[in-house]
């Protein structure tokens, strides 16, 4: 069985376990996540991404990308990198909802990780964008999101749409949560072509969520040059 194969049956595969019994699925949901206060589960999707051709893609040349991202990595930092990919399924919860897809984690080494999933049949979702603490305001960030946006750009489907992503003022979530600004993620995902197409307002009208969808011309390639030099 191929690999994204095998993501899509276990993705069904807890689809029927939660058919069979909703509330002892979801109260497992609310124990694992109660360390976070932000967290208020209310309602379960599947995503199983089976007609995505754009993820279909990336998990079945997975070995191929790590072995050519890992040689960029050697004339990029001397080899202090070692770049990796892990598909697997996992359970996020943005907004109320608890969704359950299967996941790409590209992993740069010690440094941070990028993860993504199908979204509905032909767009992406970039779930997680995370560099670790000492190495950010030194473009670490920008330089994981372009190979990213290049990744993509080279495994789309025919019919791919667009890369969405979501700003939820935190990165993480329980014990790991951390906190982000809306502000500063817009700010910084902007350069990279996303532009906001809905937002929602908390009680005090300050920004609570921010969806952000993906636009070619919109990328500030002036701004990417100079991170890649």
Do not use: A
């Not at 993501?7 to 497992?28: A, I």
């Not at 920004?207 to 890649?228: A, E, T």
Request: charged residues 25%.
């Amino acid at each position: 069985m191929s690999i994204s194969k095998e993501l899509f049956t276990e993705v069904l595969s807890q689809k029927q376990s939660f058919m069979k019994n909703k509330d002892s699925f979801m109260k497992d949901i609310r124990e694992t996540y109660k360390g976070d206060l932000m967290t208020k589960p209310k309602s379960i999707y599947f995503e199983v991404g089976h007609n995505n051709q754009t993820f279909i893609n990336i998990c079945e040349n997975s070995e191929k990308i790590k072995n050519e991202l890992n040689k960029l990595w050697v004339d990029m930092s001397d080899g202090l990198i070692e770049f990796n990919i892990d598909c697997r399924v996992m359970t996020s919860i943005v907004n109320e909802v608890v969704r359950i897809h299967p996941q790409i984690l590209l992993h740069y080494g010690n440094c941070g990780f990028v993860t993504i999933c199908p979204l509905g049949d032909n767009s992406i979702e970039l779930s997680t964008i995370r560099v670790v603490p000492h190495l950010r305001g030194t473009k670490m960030g920008s330089i994981i999101m372009t190979q990213l946006l290049e990744v993509l750009e080279e495994y789309q489907s025919e019919d791919f749409k667009t890369i969405m992503l979501e700003c939820v003022g935190s990165l993480g979530s329980g014990e790991d949560r951390e906190v982000s600004s809306i502000s500063q993620q817009t700010k910084f995902f902007r350069r990279f072509g996303f532009r906001v197409v809905e937002s929602k307002n908390n009680r005090g009208g300050g920004l609570d969520y921010v969806k952000m969808n993906f636009y070619n011309d919109k990328v500030d390639y002036d701004y990417i040059n100079g991170v890649l030099k």
